[in-house]
């Protein structure tokens, strides 16, 4: 005897949702199993394509996994993949990466003058998308051209968003420089939203002053810092207020040093010095004060017995939330697993790298990519 059309309708439901429980729990640091599962059947092909499955997907997993890495070289910037995923294209020629936070990319484009930098083309960049938005010129003050830097990310940064799948959604760009006014020594700040696609005014603090480094920033605490010479300049989201923060007095070997965001979501730093991975972060005290605690790590310990090739010579870029640094050796960019304490893979041959920006996103496959046999893998609307 056939089935009920109502006993079958409830048991292609049981068998979707089984299927979906399934395909939920595929690491999301291999968006091309996804495709695969896509291409199976049109069932499967319509649960991975949902926009429902692309939701419980990303808060299953929680934290993003990271795709792979920008790094900056002679002739531009390259994507380096770290994941089955493939960025659309790789290359950037002529351009250099500035930073990379919430699923988005903060490009410059390099142009014939060093004397104002920040007045050449700057672009954000979705690698899983391949959609590029280039900002208007920034015009501001009298700014150095070697002492500034920029962040990008996503406009409801101090509003409680989770970054889970935001990508899509508005942005901000901000831009930080020093220089001087009248023969006063100030730094600034102007700010880019995406919503109205304009540069705000200029946010000046005369009363501070320090040398800017193009060094990645960090993100804490409603707060982006960035390096600087002898301190770290906070920005403050919520107040769009400028200030200093003092090292430590035993971080002498600040100039290599790399700001971070620790596991409790302070600011934190870190930096190698004679094969030892130095850790340091801020912890609120009492009367609204706050200081610097240390950890220390012996990396030698780790590595295999008689190999110097892969001593850690210093750190170039740091995966906030997977809690992974990059490690620049003799031969070659590995990554390091902070929690586990252990070295995980060489993810790139090439040693001489100032900077990694780690690119970090849920990728699923777009609606209607899967239906091709030739999609190109990883290639997304999420």
């Known amino acids: 005897m ?35 599962a896509a291409l199976v059947c049109k069932r499967w092909r319509r649960i991975v394509s949902d926009p429902r499955f692309r939701s419980r997907f990303c808060e299953f997993h929680r934290t993003p996994p990271m795709l792979g890495f920008i790094r900056n070289h002679e002739r531009g910037s390259s994507f380096v993949s770290t994941s089955s ?16 936070r919430h699923g988005r990319v903060l490009l410059q484009s390099r142009g014939p003058s060093d004397h104002n930098p920040w007045e050449d083309s700057f672009h954000v960049w979705v690698p899983i998308t391949g959609e590029r938005r280039k900002l208007p010129v920034l015009l501001p003050g009298p700014i150095y051209p070697w002492s500034w830097n920029a962040a990008v990310l996503c406009a409801a940064a101090t509003e409680g968003c989770e970054h889970l799948d935001c990508h899509r959604g508005p942005f901000l760009v901000v831009f930080v420089g020093n220089g001087d006014v009248v023969e006063t020594p ?17 946010i000046s603090a005369p009363h501070i002053y320090d040398d800017l480094g193009l060094n990645p920033s960090a993100f804490a605490e409603n707060s982006l810092y960035f390096r600087c010479m002898h301190s770290v300049l906070k920005y403050d989201l919520a107040t769009q207020e400028l200030s200093l923060i003092l090292l430590p007095e035993e971080s002498f070997f600040w100039g ?15 930096y190698i010095f004679t094969s030892r991975l130095y850790l340091w972060s801020r912890k609120a005290g009492p009367n609204n004060g706050a200081g610097w605690a240390r950890k220390v790590i012996k990396l030698t310990a780790l590595l295999p017995a008689h190999d110097d090739s892969l001593v850690p010579m210093g750190l170039t870029g740091f995966a906030h939330g997977l809690d992974v640094f990059f490690l620049r050796t003799s031969v070659g960019i590995f990554t390091f697993d902070l929690k586990s304490i252990r070295f995980i893979t060489k993810v790139c041959e090439e040693s001489f790298c100032d900077a990694s920006f780690p690119y970090m996103s849920f990728c699923t496959p777009a609606l209607g990519a899967a239906s091709a046999e030739g999609s190109r893998t990883g290639t997304s609307n999420a």
């Open 256 to 270: 290599c040093a790399l700001l971070m965001a620790t596991e409790g979501g302070e600011l934190g730093l870190a």
């Open 85 to 100: 995923f493939r960025a659309p294209p790789a290359d950037r020629v002529n351009s250099r990466a500035i930073d990379a």
């Open 2 to 36: 056939a089935p009920r059309p109502a006993a079958a309708a409830a048991a292609a439901a049981l068998m979707d949702e089984l299927v979906e429980e399934i395909l939920l729990r595929i690491p999301p640091d291999d968006p091309a199993r996804l495709l695969h």
């Open 186 to 202: 100030v730094m600034c700040a102007h700010v880019y939203s995406s919503e109205s696609d304009s540069w705000s005014q200029q």
